[in-house]
């Protein structure tokens, strides 16, 4: 079983910058891939950006050369700082992690972006 803990949303103006942790815990060896994805009010979950353990990324395009994803895998924790942020990806973002053959799920840390 893997739980996921999210911190360090909130409000922030457009331009602005925030950065989102998520901490792992529970009983597993080495969790294959971590990331954060992204619901906004009315749509659906979305994928911001994944870090596998060896240290492969992916980004959503919307969010490349703006938002940059890392993991201490000695921490089990991943990160994900956002710059230049929009209010337009004001949303709930979850942290997500893959272990196993399962997806696993953080409660949601809100970020809001005003204009």
């Known amino acids: 079983q893997v739980q996921l803990v999210e911190s360090g949303g909130g409000l922030v103006q457009s331009g602005g910058s925030l950065r989102l942790s998520c901490a792992a815990s529970?009983?597993?060896?080495?969790?294959?891939?971590m990331g954060w994805y992204r619901q906004a009010p009315g749509k659906q979950r979305e994928l911001v950006a994944t870090?596998?353990?060896?240290?492969?990324?992916n980004y959503a395009d919307s969010v490349k050369g703006r938002f940059t994803i890392s993991r201490d895998n000695a921490k089990n924790t991943v990160y994900l700082q956002m710059n230049s942020l929009k209010p337009e990806e004001t949303a709930v973002y979850y942290c997500?992690?893959?272990?196993?053959?399962?997806?696993?799920w953080g409660q949601g840390t809100q970020v809001t972006v005003s204009s």
């Open positions: 997500y992690a893959f272990y196993r053959l399962r997806d696993y």
């Open positions: 529970g009983s597993f060896f080495s969790i294959l891939v």
């Open positions: 870090v596998t353990t060896g240290g492969s990324t």
